[in-house]
């Protein structure tokens, strides 16, 4: 059984930066796509970025390309989401998925961590 946790949010300042992790258990994440979604208070949940199982592939929302970087560490069996100039419209609860490929519905992943919760203010 497949278990993710996420790691890493906080309350940062626009511009800054924040690394989030999300490390597996139970199998190991080179055999699945792994996704970032977020989701914000009364919105629905957003795709931001995806990495698909060999690594090849990445995809990112158009709203955070070029500030944010999906990394996958197998040997930790850990994957980031590197957060640069943050914005407070990325201020969200922040979540991992794995799933078979890389889609931008959330209901198409099947693992799911707990969330992590960014805040974005001055």
């Known amino acids: 059984q497949l278990q993710l946790v996420e790691s890493g949010g906080g309350l940062v300042q626009p511009g800054g930066s924040l690394r989030l992790s999300c490390a597996a258990s139970g199998h190991t994440l080179d055999a699945y796509a792994i996704a970032w979604f977020r989701q914000a208070p009364g919105k629905e949940r957003e795709g931001v970025s995806c990495?698909?199982?060999?690594?090849?592939?990445?995809n990112y929302a158009d709203s955070v390309k070029g500030r944010f970087t999906i990394a996958r560490d197998n040997a930790k069996n850990t994957v980031y989401l590197q957060m640069n100039s943050l914005k407070p419209e990325d201020t969200a609860v922040y979540f991992c998925?794995?799933?078979?490929?890389?889609?931008?519905?959330?209901?198409?992943?099947?693992?799911w961590g707990q969330g992590t919760q960014v805040t974005v203010s001055s």
């Open positions: 990495m698909d199982s060999s690594g090849d592939t990445t």
């Open positions: 998925a794995a799933g078979w490929g890389c889609t931008p519905y959330s209901g198409d992943f099947g693992y």
